[in-house]
Structure formats: C-alpha cells, structure tokens
T-cell receptor, first 115, second 113 residues
C-alpha cells in the first residue's frame, strides 16, 4: 500500500505525559499536513510542510505542540504535557505540488485519548 | 434523497436511488473545493474536486456541482450502494496552500436495502 501511513493508530496517555506521532506520506509527495478531528466535526488544519520547511502553523497549535519533518520525508507531531482537551484524532495528509499536482490524501489517523 | 448539510445531518437513501448532499461554503473568493468520504475509524478519502472556473465535474458515479452565485456545492451519487454509507465532508481551500482546507461539519449518509 502506498498511501499515507500513521503510527500508532491509537494512543492512550495520562494527562501531563508527552506523546509523539509519526506520519509517512505518499513517497513522491512534497507537502505534508497535520489536521485534528474531534468527534462529529470536520478536520481542522494545524500545520504544513513543504519538503523539510514548516510553512504555516494554525493558531490552534499551542506551544505544547511541535511538528518536524527533518529530511523532508516522514514527519512527527509531539504534544507535551497533554491535556484532556487534546483528545482527538490526529490526521496526516500529503499532496504533490508542482507539475500535475494532486489533491490532499489523508492517512487513517492516530486516535489520542488523554485520561 | 437530498440533504442540506448542517440542517439535516443524516441522509437516508434507499439502495439504488441517487443521493444529493448539499454544502454551503463561506468565502466567495474560494477557488477550490473538494469532497471527502469518511468511514468509521478511517481517515477522509478523496472523492472528487472542482476548481472555481468550472460549475460541474463528473467522476465514477459521482458529480459535483458548484454554484458560485449562491456559494453552494453539491455532491450527487448515482445508484447509491451500501458501501456508500459514510460521513461526507465538503471542504474549501483557504489561504495560499491547496492543501489548507476548511471543512464543513459533514453529512451522515445511511443506505438502506
């Protein structure tokens, strides 16, 4: 399968702990996005990268959140000092910008539960 | 069956009938729109997209219509099948990036035999 891959699929953590999620985009895609989705709502944009450069961060992304894409391939999203309000599905997506282009393709997400 | 998005979040459709899912968008300057299907426990799956220089685009069993005058988008699914049961989201591009999308709240489609 050459789709967007996310790991882990589920994460349960206690409030105050740090968590890190990984995303492997579609291999030829140069843009990578992180979204958050709460139950019954549509996904909300958090941040995106073009290659290794983080180009934009939403105001939803507090300073407890940090995302990296060190080699322009996979990305990690870390949440420090988790709070119960961080419980959500974290979705990664990728696209190809340039000749031809492509729509945004999502992975199956990491469901975070903070107890 | 026909839905008006937030006002009718659940659309029940009989198998074999056509479905119409409606969506109102907010920004008259939006130039790109996209429909996703999301099944339980999975990420959104791309269905079809349309740019603002078009008013209709067809895919396999799906058609997207764009009415910029009233800022309305619809997704038509022909001959609805049980596998079409899911939540459907419309989204519009906001900002400079093609992947930075503003999603609607979604419509649950339930296909009955």
């Amino acid at each position: 399968d050459t789709g967007v891959s996310q790991d882990p699929r589920h994460k349960i953590t206690k409030r105050g702990q740090n968590v890190t999620f990984r995303c492997d985009p579609i291999s030829e895609h140069n843009r990578l996005y992180w979204y958050r989705q709460t139950l019954g709502q549509g996904p909300e944009f958090l941040t995106y990268f073009q290659n290794e450069a983080q180009l934009e961060k939403s105001r939803l992304l507090s300073d407890r959140f940090s995302a990296e894409r060190p080699k322009g391939s996979f990305s990690t999203l870390e949440i420090q000092r988790t709070e119960q309000g961080d419980s959500a599905m974290y979705l990664c997506a990728s696209s190809l910008i340039g000749q031809g282009g492509s729509p945004l393709h999502f992975g199956n997400g990491t469901r975070l539960t903070v107890t | 069956g026909e839905s008006v998005g937030l006002h009718l979040p659940t659309l029940s459709v009989q198998e074999g009938d056509n479905s119409i899912i409606n969506c109102a968008y907010s920004n008259s300057a939006s130039d790109y729109f996209i429909w996703y299907k999301q099944e339980s426990g999975k990420g959104p799956q791309f269905i079809i997209d349309i740019r603002s220089n078009m008013d209709k685009r067809q895919g396999q069993r799906v058609t997207v219509l764009l009415n910029k005058t009233v800022k309305h988008l619809s997704l038509q699914i022909a001959a609805t099948q049980p596998g079409d049961s899911a939540v459907y989201f419309c989204a519009e591009k906001f900002g400079d990036s093609w992947g930075k999308l503003q999603f609607g709240a979604g419509t649950q489609v339930v296909v009955t035999p």
